[in-house]
């Protein structure tokens, strides 16, 4: 193909125009005749077992249409993201504060908060189990009875780690500590529940992962998955709280039990309280190297809170060993990976997925060790930094990995590193500057062994316009534009002239889940290859139609080309001449994420192989007084392997970057005794314009050569991953105190160790 | 609760609705009036999705109460456009990715536009307090602040002024 027209070039979303009209219609926005108010009622408790669950009142109020208890769940009563063990509605107890109890459907919120009112339990408040290390005690009272609270408990290890660590000339040991962070999507979960005309159930949900919600509703209602559709709207936001199921499975329920449209959207209070968190992880990390700097060792134990159920702990503790060792060349490595569960939030996927936590841990320590030697960071980050054909800890071969360095260099290059101590770095007497940097690596795709694969149905109508059909849901991420690019460039036509429906089980194959920075790279491929036929059929008609030899031809900007010059023929023309001649242009794709098998060790199992790296560096300014941080300038230097959307790339890293801040900052869901204490906008603290530099970035794109369509590759996760332990960085390099715990507020930050000079 | 009239004029058109005293006028713009471009990010006056001009300044409209509004000059991301042509923010949100959900997209589009009806010339700093309070959870406000002032720019060649730059 030639140059590209459409894929690198920036481009307005297609739907750009209703978002910015206010048309884009979000699961509160659907209005349906005779639409019934969906709520659901919590539990006040952490741990409380249910001695009396009457519905009879709120049953027998007018305007309440159903009443749903766990009695009345024709089917399973379970989420079912890996493992059954969060009921929909609890049966005798409840393990956290936001376990639901009972559904209702009323002729309007307010009847619906007088038939939860009016909803009579009894609860017996249990001691609840809060903190994970008592949790994994031998006897210790269990959150799941029958279940030992170690949920998961696994080892791995590669090389020699106790011999490594006895040779070495500097061991680093540190315990660190994560916070409970909270996606705050800017849309609550919701859905609509409707019984469509053959009386199957039909839900819009605002979710990550449409066909499996469809599962998920169908194993509640006891229902073929044939009978149940699930449409994805507009999704305002996600960040990988919308991967496992909601409200979207009740919101199906209460349809069902009242054979009426239902609504069920979140509140902000109780979307905090119920939602999945990122992990709160305890984190023992002993790094063992030369006197030269060079790695020899890592050992970790993580410890995840994972709350009372399952959720994606496994994997989300899995991508955190992965990652445990950073992009770096390390032999001997021993982590442990416990999964305990408690009374207390539960916990799952949340962008990056168990590697912010293993980053900050990583790029902390290696800023200690190179204080301990006296070395620059990133002389000792590109002493051991990973390259093309490295192979990692997990036996994976790093087949494009020269972004690592490539990244570091630029962006050290971007601040002047070599020159920062001419910055001033005591502005005044109270504030003091420093710089600091990390690097990371986090692998797009769902790894090695699972199910990655992405269909798309693509089909051009005789005026040359073309529908995408493709389940992969969009959240804002893009993928939408991305697939668009894709389909207009192989079809050589105007991105206005591909429409993209969004995901409808109904009408799209199963992508599977929008997660793990995985659609543009799976879905991606699948438009190619369905486009290619599509676009096969057309050149193959016009050859006979020109009489000229087939690969002189090519499609672009709407028209045939021969040899690059434009011909008379347009591809509205061809796509008319297939369809009056009975040629379809139709074509369904079905890819699978290819892994090679010429890789016999990968030992770490579910191994990613495609890897986003990426450095950032923060200048920060700490006033000693306040212990406030002001992070004055980032850079960020990322590898997208081929940017196919610009604006989508830029926009997941400043975004991404902005998160990242928050999480270092400021950002902490506060829970006492399982309590979550600020589930508000207002006290979980959020960064707002002003809390933003102006960021400074560079994108690399040296191309993937594995499985990534024209060499692009999910970026989405790794621009929150580096910036935590960046400024952890550049406050240690400013105040010359390490923390080791997130996130860094000005309580942890004081005291300044030399601040005494400034009191007065 | 007995409903009350409220006669206000919402995007150029006078209109006439009947709500329960204590609802928002977020609650009747789009329970009442079908505006659902209008967003509840929190009922709590937090977050800004639900920012709409109230003669001629920026309000959450979670935090004002319908019977407020009698007399008044409502706009929203429904009334930013003029004869079918996008206010030239609109356009440049979307060009410059100054959205990824669109979500938060209503209140931070019109508290931009309550900006640019008063300067057209804004500093950085000006465009940050005037989306100080606005949530937006995607973007990181780079590309918010990049199409501000493209559109300032354009609507200050429009205008053919002298010193633009």
């Known amino acids: 193909m030639t140059e590209s027209a459409i894929v690198g070039q920036w481009t307005a979303a297609p739907g750009a125009e209703e978002i910015v009209t206010g048309k884009a219609r979000y699961c509160p926005d659907i209005q349906l005749p005779g639409l019934l108010c969906g709520k659901l009622l919590y539990s006040p408790h952490a741990r409380a077992r249910i001695r009396k669950l009457d519905v009879r009142k709120a049953r027998n109020m007018p305007g309440v249409f159903a009443v749903i208890t766990h009695a009345d769940i024709p089917g399973e009563n379970s989420y079912l993201y890996a493992e059954p063990d969060q009921p929909l509605l609890v049966v005798d107890e409840v393990r956290f504060q936001g376990d639901a109890v009972a559904a209702v459907a009323a002729v309007d919120e307010r009847t619906a908060d007088a038939a939860l009112a009016a909803i009579e339990v009894e609860y017996q408040e249990l001691p609840g189990i809060f903190d994970p290390l008592e949790a994994m005690q031998p006897g210790a009272d269990q959150v799941v009875q029958g279940e030992d609270n170690v949920m998961m408990s696994q080892m791995y290890r590669a090389g020699d780690v106790e011999a490594a660590i006895a040779s070495a000339d500097v061991v680093i040991e540190n315990t660190y500590r994560t916070q409970w962070a909270e996606q705050a999507f800017l849309e609550m979960e919701g859905g609509v529940g409707l019984v469509d005309d053959e009386g199957g159930i039909t839900v819009y949900s605002s979710c990550q992962a449409p066909h499996r919600d469809r599962m998920q509703i169908a194993r509640a209602l006891a229902m073929p998955e044939s009978m149940v559709r699930v449409i994805t709207p507009y999704i305002g936001g996600a960040f990988g709280a919308k991967d496992e199921a909601h409200v979207q499975i009740h919101a199906g329920l209460l349809a069902h039990a009242a054979q009426r449209p239902v609504h069920l959207i979140r509140e902000r209070r109780e979307s905090m309280l119920t939602h999945v968190k990122r992990h709160p992880m305890i984190i023992d990390y002993t790094t063992a190297a030369t006197k030269e700097g060079k790695l020899l060792a890592v050992k970790a134990r993580v410890i995840a809170d994972a709350g009372p159920y399952t959720n994606s702990t496994h994997e989300v503790l899995n991508k955190c060993g992965e990652f445990i060792?950073?992009?770096?060349?390390v032999e001997n490595v021993e982590v442990e990976k416990i999964g305990v569960r408690t009374n207390n939030p539960i916990t799952g996927a949340f962008r990056g997925f168990g590697a912010p936590q293993a980053a900050f841990v990583y790029e902390s320590q290696m800023d200690d060790l190179a204080r301990k030697l006296g070395m620059d960071p990133l002389a000792i980050r590109l002493l051991n930094g990973v390259e093309t054909g490295t192979k990692m800890y997990t036996g994976v071969v790093i087949r494009e990995g020269t972004a690592m360095k490539a990244s570091l260099n630029k962006a050290a290059e971007m601040i002047e590193w070599e020159k920062r101590d001419q910055v001033e770095r005591r502005p005044a007497r109270h504030l003091r500057r420093g710089f600091g940097m990390a690097t990371i690596l986090k692998g797009s795709g769902l790894g090695r062994g699972l199910a990655d694969h992405a269909g798309v149905v693509l089909e051009m109508h005789r005026d040359g316009s073309v529908v995408l059909q493709s389940g992969a849901a969009d959240m804002g991420?893009?993928?939408?534009?991305?697939?668009?690019?894709?389909?207009?460039?192989?079809?050589?036509?105007?991105?206005s002239s591909v429409r993209v429906v969004r995901a409808d089980t109904a009408k799209s194959p199963d992508a599977g889940a929008s997660c793990a920075s995985r659609q543009a790279m799976v879905s991606g491929n699948a438009v190619l290859e369905a486009a290619d036929t599509i676009r096969d059929t057309l050149l193959t008609m016009a050859a006979g139609k020109t009489k000229i030899a087939r690969d002189r031809l090519d499609l672009k900007a709407g028209r045939l080309t021969v040899d690059g010059e434009p011909h008379e023929l347009t591809v509205k023309d061809l796509a008319l001449r297939a369809g009056i001649w009975g040629y379809p242009l139709h074509a369904e794709s079905l890819v699978h994420f290819e892994y090679p098998t010429d890789v016999p060790d990968v030992t770490y199992r579910f191994s990613q192989e495609v890897f986003q790296f990426c450095t950032q560096i923060a200048q920060v300014l700490v006033d000693c007084e306040t212990g406030q941080v002001t992070v004055e300038r980032l850079i960020a230097v990322h590898d997208a392997g081929k940017m196919i959307n610009p604006g989508g790339v830029y926009g997941q890293i400043e975004g991404g970057i902005a998160q990242g801040i928050g999480y270092a900052l400021t950002e902490e869901l506060i829970v006492k005794e399982g309590h979550t204490q600020n589930p508000s906008l207002e006290n979980y603290v959020i960064p707002m314009a002003f809390d933003i530099p102006e960021l400074e970035m560079e994108v690399l794109e040296i191309p993937e050569p594995l499985g990534a369509p024209l060499g692009a590759k999910g970026i989405a996760e790794s621009p929150i991953i580096p910036?935590?332990?960046?400024?952890?960085?550049?406050?240690?390099?400013a105040i010359d105190k390490p923390l080791y715990e997130l996130p860094m507020t000005a309580e942890r930050v004081l005291p300044v160790p030399d601040a005494g000079s400034i009191r007065h | 609760m007995g409903e009350m009239n409220i006669e206000f004029n919402v995007n150029g058109k006078q209109v006439r609705v009947s709500a329960e005293p204590n609802k928002t006028l977020l609650y009747v713009l789009r329970g009442n009036l079908g505006l659902t471009g209008t967003k509840d990010g929190c009922s709590s006056g937090d977050c800004g999705a639900c920012v709409v001009m109230l003669d001629g300044r920026p309000v959450n409209s979670c935090m004002v109460l319908g019977p407020q509004v009698e007399g008044s000059s409502v706009v929203t991301i429904e009334g930013l456009a003029s004869n079918g042509e996008l206010h030239p923010l609109q356009r440049t949100f979307g060009e410059t990715w100054a959205f990824q959900c669109g979500f938060c997209t209503p209140g931070m589009l019109v508290s931009c536009y309550a900006l640019l009806e008063l300067n057209d010339h804004p500093s950085r700093e000006e465009?940050?307090?005037?989306?100080?309070?606005?949530?937006?959870r995607c973007t990181g406000y780079q590309a918010v602040i990049k199409a501000v002032e493209q559109a300032a720019a354009e609507l200050r060649a429009a205008k053919g002024g002298a010193g633009n730059d």
Do not use: H, S, W
Request: glycine share 14%; hydrophobic share 50%; charged share 10%.
């Open chain 1, 723 to 733: 910036t935590a332990p960046a400024i952890r960085n550049a406050i240690y390099d």
């Open chain 2, 127 to 136: 465009i940050l307090t005037a989306i100080a309070g606005n949530f937006c």
């Open chain 1, 325 to 329: 060792g950073g992009p770096y060349k």
């Open chain 1, 477 to 495: 991420q893009g993928i939408v534009t991305v697939m668009a690019q894709l389909a207009a460039e192989r079809l050589g036509i105007g991105m």
